[in-house]
């Protein structure tokens, strides 16, 4: 089993829409959860950041974590065509040095307007 | 200013050649990585440095060699290229684990 599993999609949405995206992970050692923002032939960028569990907002986006169920989410909502992109959830161990942080396979998103 | 600016952005080369891509960052941070992305665009560590000293150092075959001359800069060389490398190469740094700065990636074309 994979560390941590996510759809890759693609998912195609119509603007203003409500969008989720998710992952799961088989390790409960993972305390740290990131989602990262990539778009077409540029590096990831940092979105959300969370430790243990709970919610998070930033504007309109949200990040869930269910530490309980290894499930993390992220919201967008009013969704704009910019938000078209892959996401990619990341998970960590910890904070030290050594910790690695291990990133799903991402899943498109296509805003349609 | 690019905070982490790698070179080149497009590599294209023979099986059996030697290589190296370069990274540079600018944001001060202890931190520096090299990450590969394959065709499916799964994400994977290669390599990290903290301050020059290797610290991660993933299943990768040693003709993969980083090299970090100082703190801003982690390069990777890579010997006797092979058609499976073809892949993006991103390097990233960070101050705090979990908050990657990413480069804008080398593609690497392996023919």
């Known amino acids: 089993q994979k560390e941590v599993e996510q759809d890759p999609g693609p998912l195609s949405v119509p603007e203003g829409a409500i969008v989720s995206l998710n992952c799961t992970y088989s390790?409960?050692?993972?305390?740290?959860f990131m989602w990262y923002r990539q778009y077409s032939r540029k590096g990831p960028e940092l979105l959300m950041y969370t430790y243990s569990s709970g919610n998070k907002e930033d504007g309109r986006f949200t990040a869930q974590v269910d530490k309980s169920s290894k499930y993390i989410s992220l919201f967008i909502r009013d969704s704009q065509p910019s938000d078209s992109a892959t996401y990619l959830c990341?998970?960590?161990?910890?904070?030290?040095?050594?910790?690695?942080?291990?990133f799903g396979k991402g899943t498109r998103l296509h805003i349609l307007p | 200013d690019t905070a982490v600016s790698q070179t080149p952005k497009y590599l294209v080369t023979q099986m059996g050649n030697d290589k190296s891509i370069k990274c540079e960052q600018n944001?001060?941070?202890?931190?520096m990585y090299w990450y590969k992305q394959d065709s499916k665009k799964f994400l994977k560590i290669m390599f990290s440095y903290n301050n020059k000293e290797l610290i991660i150092n993933e299943t990768v075959p040693n003709r993969f060699s980083p090299k970090s001359p100082d703190k801003a800069h982690l390069n990777l060389h890579i010997n006797s290229l092979e058609l499976g490398d073809s892949a993006v190469y991103f390097c990233a740094s960070s101050q705090d684990s979990g908050k990657l700065f990413f480069g804008s990636g080398t593609q690497l074309s392996v023919l």
């Open positions: 990341a998970i960590s161990k910890g904070m030290n040095r050594d910790d690695k942080i291990i």
């Open positions: 944001l001060g941070h202890d931190t």
């Open positions: 390790n409960s050692a993972f305390q740290y």
